[in-house]
């Protein structure tokens, strides 16, 4: 079952990185989404991290870098899948 797993998620990669780049982004926005609101990948980690790092800033300060870190964090994921196909002119 593992290697049927990794063909089908590596024919995916594959087409799904044939894309351009800026497609590419607007489906890291819909990842943000996923990230952030609906299984909430370790939120409470993040906010406890940040808490412990930025004390003297505000809630709302603290939820900004939070949802920026998984902004970033969504716009990696999706370029990481992308350089497996880049040539080495691209990169």
Do not use: C, Q
């Not at 995916?12 to 990230?35: A, C, E, H, K, Q």
């Amino acid at each position: 079952m593992g290697a049927i797993g990794f063909y089908i998620f590596y024919g995916i990669n594959w087409i799904v990185t044939l894309l351009p780049l800026r497609v590419l982004y607007i489906f890291s926005d819909l990842l943000y989404l996923l990230l952030y609101y609906f299984p909430s990948y370790r939120r409470k980690v993040v906010a406890t991290n940040l808490r412990n790092s930025f004390p003297e800033k505000s809630d709302k300060e603290r939820t900004v870098i939070e949802k920026k870190f998984y902004r970033h964090l969504a716009d990696l994921f999706i370029e990481i899948l992308k350089l497996t196909h880049m040539s080495k002119a691209l990169s």
